[in-house]
């Protein structure tokens, strides 16, 4: 890696539903290398136990039509042995996650507890204590016994109060959410005890949507898919914090989060270093803007690559540096490990408030810019890539080649950011991972993907200088790093 002087230091299908429709598109990131997930496996063949992917993962991706039928098929068939309406069936499905076996099992034990805990029957004593009136206990009529409406819990109120509730709500974004007006009535109301209540098909229409939403997101194994203006929902057979690929909108994301993929963190700890980050915007902004000093010379310098390796050939006494620690790249063959590690202070539980302040201040940084500069290296490695791109279609115009002949590099690229990625996400794992041996362990299989990726990336960055055998094999042994680690650690 060189270094910069700084002398400043599609369209949607009609009959689909959008459950994502109200929500802002987030712009894409421009550092992403799209789909370099795909394509790259001929390049690393794994052998024997090396093999094992701990990142694979089976899922499908359903139409808005295909995921009705399946919700249908369950409803249905969960109606027929509970013995009550399409419409009860689905809300019991809800309270219990679609887990029709946990169902069956309660519905065996105790079928009038399973309902009251649905919330669709009141429990006996709630429901003796209803008395029979004409007033609707809203607006306080006296209204015509044909008017009044009520749910299995019989507090009745008059038609024009349930609409007024039902369209209020359901204006609001509520779906499955739709209770009974009683106060500490926590019943909630069927779709088909609904619909008729609202006013315009508009309305019913995004009641529909809504509970369509409410549905999914209620499932243990579908997912809806986070991509802007995207109707697709994603389906897999045992829910995990896995990586899932959306096959129309492209979009990527933790199959049980529905947020950006995060191997090997999990998603508790990725929300909570997220909004740590968010918390102290400044100081991420600083290191966002930092430049460093070359150790030799105190020049100040910014990186041009994602590499980490740093060389400034044109001084006298030419640099050979590490960007992270501006120690000398010489020791990080076997020294890597130092530069990953934070060094805890075993005596600061000893010392006063603001020492252990600015401790916790220091520690934070530590991981957070480790953090921030993976995340820029995979973005100046997406300009190497699209230079690689390049490059190839260059050789193949001049017949020097097929594309096939160089696809071997761009395979480079891919696995460079493929792996980069996972590397970025071990510092929040290992920012709130607690002292001991298993943090040792998992600081040493970092430190060693990490110096393997940093060779990737310098060879990458220097194709032309290595053949394709020894690419091949620096990705091969990258890839295995990544995949020990993720085996070890990834959750499961």
């Known amino acids: 890696m060189s270094v910069d002087m700084n002398s400043q230091g599609s369209d949607s299908n009609e009959e689909d539903y959008d459950p994502n429709c109200e929500e802002e598109e987030e712009d894409e990131d421009p550092g992403d290398i799209e789909d370099y997930y795909d394509g790259v496996a001929n390049d690393v063949e794994q052998q024997g136990a090396d093999a094992f992917d701990p990142e694979e993962y089976q899922f499908t991706c359903l139409t808005y039509k295909e995921s009705e039928s399946t919700l249908n098929e369950h409803m249905a068939s969960l109606a027929a042995t509970l013995k009550v309406s399409h419409a009860v069936a689905k809300l019991v499905l809800v309270s219990f996650h679609w887990q029709i076996s946990e169902i069956l099992e309660r519905h065996k034990s105790n079928a009038a507890q399973l309902l009251v805990e649905a919330r669709v029957q009141p429990t006996s004593s709630k429901h003796a204590m209803v008395h029979s009136s004409h007033h609707c206990a809203v607006c306080m009529q006296f ?76 499932h243990y194994q579908l997912q809806l898919c986070p991509g802007a203006d995207c109707p697709m929902v994603i389906q897999v057979q045992e829910p995990k914090a896995r990586r899932v690929q959306c096959n129309r909108c492209n979009e990527v994301f933790c199959f049980k989060c529905r947020q950006m993929y995060h191997a090997p963190t999990d998603c508790a700890t990725i929300r909570k270093w997220l909004t740590k980050c968010a918390d102290d915007s400044e100081t991420a902004n600083y290191i966002s803007a930092h430049t460093k000093d070359c150790p030799k010379c105190n020049i100040c310098i910014e990186k041009n690559g994602g590499c980490n390796h740093m060389v400034m050939g044109f001084l006298l006494f030419p640099a050979d540096f590490c960007w992270m620690c501006l120690g000398d790249w010489k020791t990080h063959g076997s020294e890597y490990y130092e530069c990953s590690r934070y060094k805890e202070n075993p005596d600061i539980v000893n010392q006063s408030q603001q020492a252990q302040a600015r401790e916790a201040l220091k520690k934070y940084l530590f991981y957070f810019e480790r953090w921030e500069n993976h995340n820029k290296s995979l973005q100046l490695e997406a300009q190497t890539y699209q230079r690689i791109q390049e490059k190839i279609q260059e050789r193949v115009m001049n017949n020097l080649g097929t594309w096939i002949d160089w696809q071997y590099l761009q395979n480079a690229a891919k696995l460079l950011a493929k792996c980069r990625y996972t590397l970025q996400y071990t510092y929040p794992y290992a920012y709130y991972m607690e002292s001991g041996p298993r943090k040792k362990l998992f600081e040493y299989q970092q430190a060693q993907l990490e110096a393997e990726i940093e060779n990737l990336s310098w060879k990458v960055e220097r194709a032309d200088s290595y053949d394709r055998g020894d690419l091949e094999n620096q990705m091969h042994i990258a890839e295995q790093r990544r995949r020990t680690l993720l085996k070890d650690f990834h959750d499961t």
């Open 143 to 218: 209204v015509r016994k044909e008017n009044l409406l009520s749910l299995a819990c019989q507090h009745q109120f008059c038609r024009s109060c349930w609409e007024q509730h039902c369209t209020v709500l359901v204006k609001d974004g509520v779906g499955v959410g739709v209770s009974c007006m009683a106060q500490d009535c926590l019943l909630r109301t069927p779709e088909d005890f609904v619909f008729p209540l609202l006013p315009s098909e508009e309305l019913k229409d995004k009641y529909r949507r809504y509970l369509f939403r409410d549905y999914v997101e209620s």
